[in-house]
């Protein structure tokens, strides 16, 4: 059974930084294709970044896209979601997700991280 847990959130001032981490057990993480999303209070969950197995591709919403970077070290298990530039508008519970190889939907997911960007 694979496990995702998430750590990293807090609260940061807007402009601030934070680095998200996501720790996979029970299988390697190179099997999966791993992404992060989040949900605001009130909002439904919305992808804000993919990254490929072998970590060689990426993708991102357009929301984020410039100020947050998804990366992967595959030796260690662990995803990350480094955050710069924030806004309160990324103010929302952060959780961390993996898709199994030829799978369509992201199957396993974390618990969340709560991440609260102060004005």
């Known amino acids: 059974q694979v496990q995702l847990v998430e750590s990293g959130g807090g609260l940061v001032q807007a402009g601030g930084s934070l680095r998200l981490s996501c720790v996979v057990s029970?299988?390697?993480?190179?099997?999966?294709?791993m992404a992060w999303f989040r949900q605001a209070p009130g909002k439904e969950r919305e992808f804000i970044a993919g990254?490929?197995?072998?970590?060689?591709?990426?993708t991102y919403a357009d929301s984020v896209k410039g100020r947050f970077t998804i990366s992967r070290d595959n030796p260690k298990n662990t995803v990350y979601l480094q955050m710069n530039s924030l806004k309160p508008e990324d103010t929302a519970d952060y959780y961390c997700?993996?898709?199994?190889?030829?799978?369509?939907?992201?199957?396993?997911w974390g618990q969340g991280t709560q991440v609260t960007v102060s004005s």
């Open positions: 997700a993996a898709r199994s190889l030829g799978g369509v939907k992201y199957g396993y």
């Open positions: 990254i490929s197995r072998s970590g060689g591709s990426t």
């Open positions: 029970g299988r390697t993480s190179s099997s999966y294709s």
